[in-house]
Nanobody, 119 residues
Framework: QVQLVESGGGLVRAGGSLRLSCAAS????????MHWYRQVPGKQRDWVAS???????SYVDSVQGRFTISRDSAKNTVYLQMNNLKPEDTAVYYC?????????????WGQGTQVTVSS
């Protein structure tokens, strides 16, 4: 089992910054992918960014150049640095761990952290 705990959300003005953290504990395999998603009430959960265990990153176009996903392996923590925030970035942000072992897929989610950007 894996537990994911997000933190770092809050209220910020447009143009400001926040850093989200996702602390992972439990059975984390050496090959995995960490994702950040976000969800607005009444809408589907959308993918934001990914970081593979090999260090490859990818971002949705709307956050490219403003958000950075990174990892501190010693702390088993993944971060999402969000700069130049816009009101449309307002959402609940979730981290997700996707990993496979022995042909079995494991998919874990955190509880989410609210990010609110005022105009």
């Amino acid at each position: 089992q894996v537990q994911l705990v997000e933190s770092g959300g809050g209220l910020v003005r447009a143009g400001g910054s926040l850093r989200l953290s996702c602390a992972a504990s439990g059975s984390i395999f050496s090959i995995n992918v960490m994702h950040w998603y976000r969800q607005v009430p009444g809408k589907q959960r959308d993918w934001v960014a990914s970081l593979t265990s090999g260090g490859r990153t990818s971002y949705v176009d709307s956050v490219q150049g403003r958000f950075t996903i990174s990892r501190d392996s010693a702390k088993n923590t993944v971060y999402l640095q969000m700069n130049n925030l816009k009101p449309e970035d307002t959402a609940v942000y979730y981290c997700n761990l996707f990993q496979t072992f022995g042909g079995i897929t494991y998919d874990y989610w955190g509880q989410g952290t609210q990010v609110t950007v005022s105009s």
